[in-house]
T-cell receptor, first 116, second 114 residues
């Protein structure tokens, strides 16, 4: 089955530093990947859509300069949280959309970011 | 504006009985609906889906029902097992900018009591 690997699983960083989260599709090519954020006891909120070879599409209210997305290949998308602050602490999850085969989205295992 | 709503934040069911999780949506453009199961600090796991042209889809113990006129769908788990205890997210998708954009509900925490 389709597997999406997300790394790291958890990260603690100091306020003001940047953190990069990787999302890889391991056994299929994903021209489109999605980045979500989940606050405790809340829904998964779509942050942005990452398109291979082009600029990401950000949802309303998401700062594109703060959450940098790069989708350089058909199997890798990265989310960089720049100049992180404690309010950026959250659970970030990526998802890959298959272009062929069964319809469905496969999610990564998520990254718990804590900014101290 | 919450386009996908799960009005029950939690549900407790006895092992062996039926679990019914409900979901309502407002956007008539949604053409595909999905249910995901999620454990804390993990990504969602796909359970079952249904196209808007169908009213029922069954996969083992899981059945999803769709009532388009009421903009309502439900997930039935029969029989419920303790391992089913998790948060269940309803999701709906619609075409947006060349891809299917997925909107999630707020989740229902299911507890199956042994």
């Amino acid at each position: 089955g389709a597997v999406v690997s997300q790394h790291p699983s958890w990260v603690i960083c100091k306020s003001g530093t940047s953190v990069k989260i990787e999302c890889r599709s391991l056994d299929f090519q994903a021209t489109t990947m999605f980045w979500y954020r989940q606050f405790p006891k809340q829904s998964l909120m779509l942050m942005a859509t990452s398109n291979e070879g082009s600029k990401a599409t950000y949802e309303q209210g998401v700062e594109k300069d703060k959450f940098l997305i790069n989708h350089a290949s058909l199997t890798l998308s990265t989310l960089t949280v720049t100049s992180a602050h404690p309010e950026d602490s959250s659970f970030y999850i990526c998802s890959a959309y298959r272009t062929v085969g069964n319809y469905g989205y496969t999610f990564g295992s998520g990254t718990r970011l804590t900014v101290v | 504006d919450q386009q996908v709503k799960q009005n029950s934040p939690s549900l407790s069911v006895q092992e062996g009985r039926i679990s019914i999780l409900n979901c309502d949506y407002t956007n008539s453009m949604f053409d595909y609906f999905l249910w995901y199961k999620k454990y804390p600090a993990e990504g969602p796991t796909f359970l079952i889906s249904i196209s808007s042209i169908k009213d029922k889809n069954e996969d083992g113990r899981f059945t999803v029902f769709l009532n388009k006129s009421a903009k309502h769908l439900s997930l039935h788990i029969v029989p419920s097992q303790p391992g089913d205890s998790a948060v269940y997210f309803c999701a709906a998708s619609a075409k947006s900018g060349g891809y299917q954009k997925v909107t999630f509900g707020t989740g229902t925490k299911l507890q199956v009591i042994p």
